[in-house]
């Protein structure tokens, strides 16, 4: 079945750092991206999303400058945490739509923790 | 808008029993794909079934069955025989035909007691 990746799994960073994150179609071509956010014990939001090659469509509420989502190619998608801070540390999921199938498939998320 | 409810947020049952989470979805769609995840602790979603609609037939996959039914816009998932396996947080969700956007509902966190 298709795969999608992400990385890192975990990661843990100071306060106004920044993080980047990556989600890749490991085997077909993902012509669009989404990027979820899931706190803990909620449900999962989505946040962007991110066609190949152009700007992505946020969803309202989701500062642009502070989650920037570059799509530049057809296997991947990184999501960067700019300026993080502790109320951002969550669980970030990205799904990719295949675009032959149409089906859209998960990757494992990422924990981002921020101290 | 499309919107996902899933009413039932905790629910525990002993091992062996049966169980039935229920979800209730909105849409001004007439073509649009319904769905049921898995989240065990590790956090991985897990997918378990896609329905169109336009395909009402029940579904059976081992122990667990699906009933949806357009008259009440509901997509209700039972798990026969729980395991403690089986414990877990399950979202339904909503995908219109018009979009690409999955909308989850709030999940039911399932405990299965030994």
């Known amino acids: 079945g298709a795969v999608v990746s992400q990385h890192p799994s975990r990661v843990i960073c100071k306060s106004g750092t920044s993080v980047k994150i990556e989600c890749r179609s490991l085997d077909f071509q993902a012509t669009t991206m989404f990027w979820y956010r899931q706190f803990p014990k909620q449900s999962l939001m989505l946040m962007a999303t991110s066609n190949e090659g152009s700007k992505a469509t946020y969803e309202q509420g989701v500062e642009k400058d502070k989650f920037l989502i570059n799509h530049a190619s057809l296997t991947l998608s990184t999501l960067t945490v700019t300026s993080a801070h502790p109320e951002d540390s969550s669980f970030y999921i990205c799904?990719?739509?295949?675009?032959?199938?149409?089906?859209?498939?998960f990757g494992p998320g990422t924990r981002l923790t921020v101290t | 808008a499309q919107k996902v409810t899933q009413a039932q947020t905790e629910i525990s049952v002993v091992e062996k029993e049966d169980v039935t989470l229920d979800c209730v979805y909105e849409t001004r769609d007439t073509t649009y794909y319904l769905f049921w995840y898995k989240q065990p602790p590790s956090g991985e979603l897990v997918f378990l079934i896609r329905?169109?609609?336009?395909?009402?037939q029940n579904e059976i996959s081992g122990r667990y069955s699906w009933n949806f039914q357009k008259s009440t816009s509901s997509f209700n998932f039972t798990i026969t025989a729980s395991q403690v396996v089986d414990s877990a947080v399950y979202f339904c969700a909503l995908r219109e035909d018009r979009d690409d956007k999955i909308i989850f509902g709030k999940g039911t966190r399932l405990h299965i007691l030994p």
């Open positions: 799904s990719a739509k295949d675009g032959r199938s149409y089906e859209q498939y």
């Open positions: 329905r169109n609609s336009f395909d009402e």
